[in-house]
């Protein structure tokens, strides 16, 4: 004997099954390419993405649009942008942005004008956490880094005889 679905089950049940189809699963990004309409301030910011960074939007848990730049062909460490918030009375306009992959989580990156020096402000202060963030993924996974080459570690038995007397 099969139970019955009702109607209300069997709509719940598609509109999880075409949900699910268009979260972000971790797939590859593709340069300059959108799969959902952006809001403006991403496209505008879009414009002054240059080499060796590409950008890409799409959906992420169904949570609107959202932005990702990566460096180079490794999209591993990626910029996700994933929210603007306009100028308010004291502050000033700011992307929010995340770099999971190291744990960067609920950044800002604050826009001074909307003009092109403005925006260009903005994935600067983005692109140097992404370097940042790399660089200390390195040293996290064991990764030391090399000594300098002349520095000698000092001789605890020397004290203060080496001192210029005054």
């Not at 699910?20 to 699963?25: A, P, V, W």
């Not at 009375?89 to 942005?97: I, P, R």
């Not at 000594?147 to 080496?162: H, M, Q």
């Amino acid at each position: 004997m099969g139970s019955k679905m009702s109607r209300r089950e069997r709509t719940l049940r598609k509109n999880k099954r075409v949900n699910r189809r268009k979260t972000y699963r971790a797939g590859g990004f593709t340069h300059k390419r959108m799969l959902c309409s952006p809001i403006l301030q991403y496209t505008n910011l879009s414009k002054y993405v240059k080499s060796p960074y590409k950008w890409m939007m799409q959906q992420y848990r169904n949570g609107g649009c959202d932005m990702y730049i990566w460096k180079g062909d490794n999209q591993t460490p990626h910029i996700h942008i994933h929210g603007f918030h306009p100028m308010e009375y004291s502050q000033m306009a700011y992307y929010e942005f995340t770099i999971t992959a190291y744990g960067e989580k609920n950044l800002k990156a604050y826009l001074p004008n909307i003009t092109q020096d403005g925006y260009e402000d903005v994935l600067q202060q983005m692109f140097v956490v992404l370097n940042k963030v790399v660089v200390q993924g390195k040293l996290a996974e064991g990764k030391k880094q090399k000594p300098l080459i002349n520095w000698k570690t000092p001789d605890r038995n020397i004290g203060n005889n080496n001192l210029p007397k005054i």
